[in-house]
Each structure stands twice: as C-alpha cells, then as structure tokens.
C-alpha cells in the first residue's frame, strides 16, 4: 500500500515538471516583453563589464538600455536592475542566449536573431568567396547607408594612428578572410597562464564586425581592441597619446604572429604567409680615415674588414628620403621637392651603398631582395629626431598606384628569378598624417580601395567618403602597402603630411618652372 502512494506521488511530480517545461516552453516563444527592446541603444563594442561589480564573469546586456549586469539570480545586479526599471529582456554576451527576468526563463524568437549577428557575426565560406565581387549597400536602423568594410573607427582620445592600422590590415585579403572565421585560430594552443591570446581574439572581432553586413550603426568602436593592445603591450600603446603607426605597425604582426605559435620559418603563421620576405645583407667595416695607408693595407686583410653577407627576414621596407631644401626658391615660397619611388628603392638594388655608424664604428652596407612577400609593406622615413626637436620631411613620393613592378630590385640569381614570376603590385591603402611632427599635433587618416566597388574612400575616424584616386599619389608618402597581382594580394602605403589647396598649387608651380626654364617662363601666384 505504501508503495502504491510513493508511486502515485512520483507520478504527480512528474506530471507537474512537464506542465512547468510546457508552460515555460510556451512563455519562451511567446514573451510578451519583446516590444520593449530598444535596438537603438545597444552598442556591444564596449569591453563586456558588469555596469556596477566591473566584473567580466557571466555579464548579461540589457536590451532595453544597453547596459552590462552580471548574473541573472535572485541576488543579481542583473535581476535587481530588472526589478527597479522593469526592463525584463537579457541576453547573455557569452552564451548568446535571451532571457527574460525577473521570471528568469530563457526567450526563444527568431526575431532576435540580429541582435545576435551583431554582437558575433559569422560569415561562411561562400560568403567570403563573393565578398569582394559585390558592392551591395547595407542599411542601419536610422536608415543610413553603408559599405561593409568601409565603416569608421571612434576615435576615443588619441588611438587615431591605431585606427588606420587596423583598417589597413582589415583589408588584406588573406589576412581578412583567416580571421573572418573563429575556427581557424581558436582552437591554438597556448602555454598556462597565457594572456596574448587575447590580441588574436579581440582582432578576430574586430575585423568580423568591420565586415558585418547587418551593422545596427554605420562606425565602430575598437574599445575591446584597444583595451587588449595595452594590456599586451604593457602599456607601450595608449588610447589616450598618440604613437607612431609605424612602430604599432610592426608590433602588432609580430605579436599577431607569435600568438598563433609562429616561428621563425616564412609559412609558420599567416602573418608570415602574407608579409614575410626575405633580402641579402652585404656588410663591411670602413677603415677610418685617419688610419695611415699601410695599415689600411694591412686592415683590409683581416676578416674583421672583409664584406660579409647574411640573409634575413623582413616585414615591411624602409626607404630613406633625401634631405629637403633648406632655402626659398626665386619666388619667395618653400620649394616642395618630389622625388619618385624608384629612386627610394634603389636601396634594394644590391650596388648602392648606405653608411650606417655607431657609437664608434662605422659600416656600409648593401641589401637585395631574394623573396617577395605576398604584401609588400613600404615605409617611407619621413620623421628625423635630433637633441631639441622632431623634424618632418615634406617631400612628395611619387609612386603608381597600380602596376609597381619590383623585378630590378630582386636578386639576378637564377633560383630567385624563377621563383617570381610576376613581380607587380598594386597600391591598396595609402595612410597619411595631417599636421606638424609631434604626438598629438596631426591626425592620421587612410585611403582605401574597396575591391567591390573598385572605388577609393579616405577614411578619418569616423568620417568615410569617396575621392578620386588621383589626390592619393598628391599626398607626402609615408608607408606602402601593394598588392601582387599574380595571386592576387594586396600591400598598404603609409603616407604622412598634409597636401592642401595651396600645397597643389606649389606642385604645379614647380613642374611648370622646371618645363618653362628655357624659356625664362615665370608664374606669380598670390596665396
């Protein structure tokens, strides 16, 4: 008898669980709170922290206001903010699951599916495949239109020179499709205790969201990024002072590369796979001039002054400007001076010699190209410190925009000629910095060649318009980035200093003096 009662009662919870399940089921797909979220506020760029506890451990956003609460128990800030607002939608930023409190169960609709995309956009592999073969506009919830891929970066301070980095390399073909997909990297395994990891997942974030075609706003905030930068680089790069692009250039793809397990081979990473190559140092010790002949004689036998070569890897290119004029031209105006790319590259021919001193020895050294990369990175020094100030080279480089052809700079050994078939690049992005030298006295901004479009866009912050690509090649270069037309990949160019109206003018002027010397040809122009 007794146990015909436990039975029967087994039997009765049973039964109320499953009227419980089905009435949460049916209250799951039929929340009646829905009509209160508010799209317009919601903004998943922050770094997902408790709003009150600062804490990032199972954070829920509010879709009502946009703010971060942690938890979602009975003694939550979540399910107290629920209770005094009596905002009643959540969605957790880890799980990605809606649920509505303080009733705490979970929203199953299909109509929140956008909200999803946009925190943690996804894209397939057909979806990568035509990418780059549409220009289709997206719309924002305000109705404004956009290019996906072409959105602007906040400027939260001073991280400008960060921004046009990180929209450089968002467009990289290899670089942008490898981290497109979460699979390709999440999965690397990192030594206990680890914390550069997190640069790779926050960039993967980044670049996903730039790209996302279902964006609620038409710009972005690299706050996440931003925050793992300095938490990675121990405070080398701040939001809040600028730095130099160059220097945040080269440390991102190394820590990039290092934190995907890369090491020392050219395809270990695919930093490596898409902007490692490879050049021959010839190296020498000069003889000081003050050394009497016959021990020059004798000096010049040693090992230690004979030409030694090595071969190394590099990133990106360093090309030296020639000094700028010091004196006014007959006009009473600063001469401008331009001078062409192929006379920077020179340096890569393997004859032209460079003195480069130390403290107190003095090398000459030459350098040629025996691999290259799939991106070619060219930087342009334009910026010379000395004991007072920083000085800041005006002189325009004049480099094509398409169809670079860098087969002279490479090595004449059959192996390498074979090995590079097509040698040509095209420009892809062309960075420039308004203003004197000095951090915080310019802004940075960057050109951007959509491949859908096939149209160029200046992007500053978050200001993003069309121009012609004919001002890029106006601009005082800085660094390039090409792109190698046989595999189709791409470079950047990093330009710095302003060209305005009355720069444009100064071009003209000059090329026209130099056409019109013979001739006494003079042209005053009033500025």
Same mark, same amino acid.
């Given at each position: 008898?007794?146990? *015909? ?5 087994? /039997? ?40 009150? *506890? ?19 128990? *009975? ?9 005094? +607002? ?27 599916? #956008?909200? $999803? ?8 592999? /057909? ?8 220009? $289709? ?48 990297? $999440? ?8 914390? *550069? ?13 730039? @790209? ?21 680089? $121990? ?15 080269? @440390? ?23 902007? +490692? ?12 001039? /003050? ?37 006014? #031209? ?60 920083? /000085?800041k080279n005006p002189t325009i480089v004049n480099f094509p925009i398409v169809e670079l052809d860098m087969a002279e700079y490479l090595s004449s050994d059959p192996a390498v000629q074979d090995a590079h078939p097509v040698t040509t690049y095209n420009l892809v992005a062309n960075i420039i910095h308004d203003g004197q030298p000095g951090a915080g006295k310019g802004i940075y901004r960057v050109h951007l060649r959509h491949r859908g479009s096939k149209q160029w866009y200046q992007v500053q912050d978050l200001h993003v318009e069309d121009i012609l690509p004919q001002i890029i090649t106006l601009s005082e270069a800085y660094i390039q980035r090409g792109m190698y037309r046989a595999f189709d990949f791409i470079g950047t160019v990093l330009n710095s200093g302003p060209l305005t109206i009355v720069g444009y003018f100064r071009i003209l002027l000059s090329s026209l003096l130099a056409i019109h010397k013979e001739k006494n040809f003079r042209i005053h122009l009033a500025l």
């Amino acid at each position: 008898m007794k146990r *015909s009662e436990d039975f029967t009662e087994l /039997e009765e919870v049973k039964v109320l669980s499953k009227r419980k399940k089905v009435d949460n089921d049916e209250r799951s797909r039929n929340c009646p709170y829905l009509d209160t979220i508010n799209r317009s506020v919601l903004d998943f760029d922050f770094e997902k922290l408790c709003s009150i *506890s600062l804490s990032n451990q199972n954070v829920y956003a509010c879709l009502v206001c946009g703010k971060y609460f942690q938890g979602r128990g *009975s003694h939550s800030h979540a399910y107290t903010h629920s209770v005094q +607002c009596f905002h009643h939608v959540f969605i957790n930023l880890h799980s990605l699951k809606f649920y509505c409190l303080p009733d705490d169960y979970e929203i199953i609709d299909s109509s929140l599916d #956008d909200i $999803k995309y946009v925190l943690d956009p996804t894209f397939s592999n /057909e979806q990568i495949e035509v990418i780059d073969k549409i220009a $289709k506009l997206s719309r924002t919830l305000e109705g404004k239109t956009y290019l996906p891929g072409m959105v602007g970066l906040n400027n939260i301070k001073a991280n400008d020179y960060c921004n046009v980095i990180l929209q450089a390399l968002a467009h990289v073909v290899p670089l942008r499709n490898y981290f497109l997909q979460e699979n390709n990297y $999440k999965n690397t395994k990192r030594p206990p205790g680890d914390t *550069s990891f997190r640069l790779v997942q926050r960039f993967g974030e980044l670049i996903r969201k730039i @790209w996302n075609p279902s964006n609620f706003k038409t710009h972005i905030s690299p706050h996440e990024m931003l925050q793992a930068v300095v938490y990675c680089s $121990k405070k080398q790069f701040q939001i809040t002072e600028q730095g130099d692009p160059i220097t945040f250039l080269s @440390w991102m793809l190394n820590h990039l590369h290092m934190s995907l397990n890369g090491t020392k081979k050219m395809r270990s990473s695919i930093i490596y796979k898409t902007f +490692c190559g490879q050049m021959r140092i010839y190296k020498r010790k000069v003889i000081p001039e /003050e050394t009497p002949e016959l021990q020059k004689l004798e000096l010049m036998e040693l090992d230690e002054y004979k030409e030694t070569q090595s071969v190394a890897p590099f990133l990106y290119l360093t090309l030296d400007l020639p000094p700028a004029p010091l004196y006014q #031209d007959e006009l009473n105006e600063n001469i401008i001076p331009q001078v062409p790319l192929s006379v920077l590259l020179a340096k890569f021919d393997g004859t032209s010699e460079r003195e480069y001193k130390t403290y107190k020895e003095t090398f000459m050294k030459r350098f040629e190209l025996i691999r290259l990369p799939r991106y070619l990175i060219l930087y342009v020094k334009r910026f010379t410190r000395n004991n007072f100030f920083v /000085e800041k080279n005006p002189t325009i480089v004049n480099f094509p925009i398409v169809e670079l052809d860098m087969a002279e700079y490479l090595s004449s050994d059959p192996a390498v000629q074979d090995a590079h078939p097509v040698t040509t690049y095209n420009l892809v992005a062309n960075i420039i910095h308004d203003g004197q030298p000095g951090a915080g006295k310019g802004i940075y901004r960057v050109h951007l060649r959509h491949r859908g479009s096939k149209q160029w866009y200046q992007v500053q912050d978050l200001h993003v318009e069309d121009i012609l690509p004919q001002i890029i090649t106006l601009s005082e270069a800085y660094i390039q980035r090409g792109m190698y037309r046989a595999f189709d990949f791409i470079g950047t160019v990093l330009n710095s200093g302003p060209l305005t109206i009355v720069g444009y003018f100064r071009i003209l002027l000059s090329s026209l003096l130099a056409i019109h010397k013979e001739k006494n040809f003079r042209i005053h122009l009033a500025l």
